[in-house]
């Protein structure tokens, strides 16, 4: 048997940590079922800026307001804007594999869900076991509204996609007035 990733949210941010809570993981429940993570079902939390990691169990809060709580002794590796990794494994067996299509959600800096992926594993002639991401249609440019944006985690994020700080100050120039409105 092998221990594999059957979902995962990437990017989420921490809203809030409560150390005097009974411990868990607050999480919206209509993100955690597009992801398909379970109420109760034991996670592994990567804090993306400090690089603690835990693991804890999924407790559901108020659907629609896509909080990411971190709850008792989990609230001391986390603070709130952090973001954070979550994930959902598994046991399979080897030939599982092919029959596996974990769901990855990325995230805006406010939580809502900005990519949906899955992962593939197939045989192909160069590999018996070759990996893929697959990435579900997003919407177009016409379709996304610009609503009240943080020019700074908009810059932190493209600088996390690995553009550079003069493209950046290129690309907010050319269209600051946009997200000034």
Not at 95 to 111: C, Q
Request: proline share 4%; net charge negative; glycine share 6%.
């Amino acid at each position: 048997m092998k221990k594999v990733v059957r979902a995962k949210l990437h990017g989420i941010t921490i809203t809030g940590a409560d150390l005097n809570y009974h411990g868990s993981i607050t999480l919206d429940p209509e993100v955690c079922e597009q992801a398909g993570i379970f109420p109760m079902e034991f996670v592994e939390i990567w804090n993306k800026q400090s690089g603690a990691r835990i693991s804890t169990y999924v407790i559901y809060g108020e659907p629609g307001s896509r909080c990411c709580i971190l709850n008792g002794a989990a609230a001391r590796t986390c603070q709130k804007g952090d973001q954070v990794i979550i994930c959902a494994s598994e046991y399979v067996q080897t030939a599982e594999l092919y029959d596996l299509r974990p769901t990855v959600l990325t995230f805006t800096p406010d939580n809502q869900i900005d990519e949906v992926m899955h992962y593939e594993v197939r045989k192909t002639p160069e590999r018996e076991f070759d990996f893929r991401i697959v990435r579900d249609d997003r919407p177009t440019s016409d379709q996304r509204t610009l609503v009240d944006v943080d020019v700074a985690a908009l810059t932190a994020d493209l600088k996390a996609r690995g553009l550079s700080d003069h493209a950046i100050a290129d690309v907010l120039s050319c269209h600051l007035s946009q997200f000034e409105r």
